[in-house]
């Protein structure tokens, strides 16, 4: 178990590697750069920046020096924020946008399973349909339509809620991005959850289970909901990919000061070392993730553990 | 008795999906053709007399007008067109690089198929979405940048999907004898195996399509896809959010006609796939 | 992207089953995921309750985005010199209605030879943190300033101090700047040459004094909550990027009685209808901007809410002359600059109450009457005959259209305008002008590049009230003079006019030059911005300047119900 999380967490390194390359040359190809501004800085004040922020070496030079910064755990200055290291600006952000996403993540499983786990029992009924077409219908509206209109029925038309982040208090601003964050999810985990548990549910054993007697509340809870919801573990990786996605529009719709919108910002400000910073976060978070799910597997499937 | 019954009502009704789907489709990429000859209007001409008009019937303003006075019909016509030339095109340069990839990983086997599979699992873990946002912000855009962007998306899906039906493929008796005569590897993956993996390529492609309008619009609603005064479905999404309190058309029409395409596309790929691989048939 | 789960299923649910049937069931999942739940919430609310306290003593103010940084050297963006301008405090600063008096200092004398300042300090003016503000003050901060290793982006404002430009340029040691405490509150500063708006300039935040023990124990990270020592009437006790900036009166200002308002919190809005929706809501006083939308109507249902001001800044069209069709061709840039309708491009296009302009310095410059296109007197119908006249005099006709190119950055203010530009054009002379829109970055490096560019769009904002900080723009050898405009009859009327210590003397050369300028079409100016606030009936103590200039210390809430 140990080793194959070692194994993994070393595997990582060189995906890693590449994400911080491709980044550092994207950011480094675009034109203008951090300070440049309509009210063009004179010759020495630029090189005075330049200088100060080590922009005047050569790029292997400049790439060298993150790297070895890195390796230092340190993320470097912010080229915008001048004041802040870029550290203190994801971690700034950063508790905003784990609220939003866990909380989406949270309650996409709680609906999503529940709507799954009654479709599936009662199979092929009006109720079954419904939630199958509801749940069709939640996968294809994109978030950042389903966020607007949000916003338009429930701040603009009936104004129960605010329409931004900075329109209201508390829990008040997040119920709206967090709902249309977490309705494509919803859908999914529904679908998911209603397939499985239909195909354990036909198994052998369920069968023998239910010849023997059991009722079907215990059925479900001894026997069969465990190995229905196993799907679901394999599925938290890309959830959280696509959480972490529509975030960035969630935020951007409800003026959240999350990760997703200084992500967005500091591309625009070409804050070279925060771009880098939070490309970097996110890959980090989503090898982690994946790595979790899989020990995650390792611990509830024996036979994948003794692999 | 029943149960087989049952199967081919389910069947009925699931090509019944596939053909409504289609259907509608193919009257909403008809529209996006037509709509822009048929109305008088065009979608960069703008009139400051005409601004933020609501959907009437006269002068053909069926959708109304927006911020600057152009006719929203016949820009979400044109959106569309370019939301689903943005996808097809997409999907194609995926599926190109996706079938190549995954049926020469399949073929090969052995330790060459390891590596190439691993760097797949490797490209998974990429916030891919956030280097293509990147891209997008840090250059102009334009649409072959689009292409690339979704295009280095969604070929992952692709290659492990052919890998795995090649690698069935390899075993059977028609590859053996082709082997047996001296046909070439090469020869055997193009004319052998390529073609006997259409059915499952074709089906994905249906499932690939929806997901590259997606991310297309998704760039296009954070003002990083294609440039004014060519819009997308995306970019009309984005601009009906700045107006939703004094005309909520702007949003509404661009909005439903999205969700509608979607919809479709993903009710057509799923039925495609259930009734050609009954494996994933959703019971 | 999420093929791969549903793939996976049917491999694993069957091992599940088969390996270990029920037994596996029996520890409930349900157990975890509700303590799960509980957690989550418990954050949800606990974030909830941490919400700020409510309105009361506070005065709301709306701010358009972040400061990028509260250090005076390293922030040069408007809002950050608002939320500085209530923290710290200049030698000189503005009343409400944009006068320039002294500030941190009582009175000031310049020598006659017009190089030397003498400044007397408030002997009463203390630091945040009670201590008192030295002329010792000062000259560490001016030396922060012009040092190469604190980069600020506004060290070359003060170039004008003897020796200032040397030690930007790394060939002397900051102790050589001119910036010495004759005596504890006496600051003496020494001018390389006469620069008559050089005390105008000592009232932007980048002049204020820097308590140096705070700089020297917390390096470059000072200017921050709890750490920052500030000389002005507030002191900064939150800052929450994204959402929030809270002040806090200063009790140790020396004028601190006249401060009325305890506390201010600025709200980090950037959408403008956002920010109208909770002023509505009654939760700011004061608002950065007005949405373009809602200007007619709030025009008309609160017009005494609604204040607009005139603002020393120009929105133009810059010509790209270094090469063609705009190279040395005069003709050309005249035609296009009279064929624009500025009237209704000021008053229908962008429509919230901006002058039309027709020359580069805006009006409401301090000892300064600004010089008009020579066409500007015409009617437009007679303009536009003229403009087609000059445009064939230009080598184009009807026969032989212009093609050019217009580029800015995409932003739906500047679409319409070019929209509107491009069927004045087209209408008067024929020109097929194409519009390109780039994010802001890509237009700035295109401009600078000068390679691809012919008509590009920027802005001009003056950072002091004098016509120099315009004028100088289109010097030479300006960094920003991006029209690549040489005029050596110009550079002469500047550099007399940089010569000059009479201010009569001094104000005609500017004038001049302006007029060479105006005739030389380098530019076209196309309107002066106006400042657009809401400010609740609550505040009183507003003034309206040009320079768009509202400190906190100056308001005060009336008794609110």
Redesign the interface.
Known sequence: MLRFALLRTLSAIPTLLLVIVVAFIMVRA????P???????????AS??A???HLDESLPQQFWRYLSGLARGDLG?SY?????SVAE?IG??V?VSL?LG??SM?LA??VGGAAGIAAALRRNTWFDRGITALAMTGISVPVFVVAPLFVLIFAVWLQWLP??W??G????R?VLPVIALALPQVA?IAR?VR??LI??LS?D?IRT?RAQGLATTSIL???????????LV??LG?AA??VLTGAVVVESIF?I?GLG??FLQSG?N?DYTLVLGIVIFYAVLVILLNLLVDLAYGV?????RER | MSGIAATGGRRLRESRTVRVSASLLAIIALAALLGPLISPHDYRD?D?NARLQPPALDDFRVFGSD??GRDLFVRTMSGTRVTLLVAVVASFVSLVIGVAYGAIAGYAGGTVDAVMMRLVDALYALPFIFLVILLM?A??RNFLLIFVAIGA??WL?MA??VRGQTLALKEREFVDAARLIGVSPGAILVRHITPNLLGIVVV?LT?TIP?AVLVESFLSFL?LGV???ATSLGALVNNGV??L??APWLLLLPATLLAVMLLAFNFLGDGLRDLLDP??RSQ | ??????????D??????D????R??????AKP?SL??VA?FA???L?????QPEFGDYLQRGLAA?P????PH???STEAGDVLRDLGEGLMGYSPDGELEPRAALRYALSDDGLEYTFWLRPEARWSNGATVTAEDFVFAFRRLVS??????Y??SV?DIENA?DI???TKPVQALAVSAAEEFVLRIRLANPTPYFVALLSHPSTFPVYAPGAVEHG??F??PGRFVTNGAYRLVGW????TIDLQRNEHYWNNAATAIDRVRY?????P??EL??YR?G?LHVTSNVPS?AFQRLRKERPDELRVAQRLSVYYYGLNLTRPPFRDNSALRQALSMAIDREVLAG??VGRGEAPAYSWVPPGVNNYEPRRFAYAELSMEERRTAARDAFAQAGYSKDNPLAVEIRYN?S?AN??IA??VQSMWRDTLGVQTT?V??????L???V?AMQVTEVFR???SGDYNDAHAFLQVLQSNA??N?AGYRSEKFDNLMQRAAEQTDAERRRRYLEDAEQVLLADHPVIPLYFFVSKHLVSPEVSGWGDNVLDYHYSQHLSLNAAN
């Open positions: 675009a034109p203008g750069g300070f440049a501004d309509q009210r063009v800085l004179p010759p020495d004040t005075n920046l200088a100060a922020y200055p915008h924020y001048r004041d802040y600006l700034n952000a508790p609220l866990a909380l949270l499983l709680l329409a931004s900075s329109g208090n508390g829990l008040q997040l999914y998911l397939g499985s195909e354990v198994s054993y289970a809870r001894y026997h069969a909901l465990k190995p229905a919801l196993m799907p394999s599925y890309p990919a696509a003026g000061p919108q200084l625009l070409r509830l499937d024996p036979r994948i | 703008t400051f911020d600057l912000v250059f102009e998306i969604n899906d492990r999907i994905y499932l997901q003002g440039q004014e005064p700045a107006h309190e004094r494996r994933h | 992207m999420f093929a791969t789960p549903y793939i996976k299923v049917h694993i649910k069957v091992q599940v089953v390996s270990r049937g029920g596996l069931g029996r520890r409930s999942i995921l799960l739940v989550l954050i949800a609310i974030a909830a309750c941490n919400a972040d990028e940084s509260l250090d390293k922030s040069r190469p290793e604190t980069a600020a982006f060290a070359h170039a430009a930007l340029a790394g470059d990270a200017a921050r929450q990027l994204g959402a709200h980090v809005i950037p959408e209808t956002v929706n909770r809501a939760e939308e229908q296009i995409t739906d679409q319409r929209l509107a519009l829109n780039e994010e802001f970055q890509v700035l490096s295109n600078q920027l802005s001009w960094s920003s991006l």
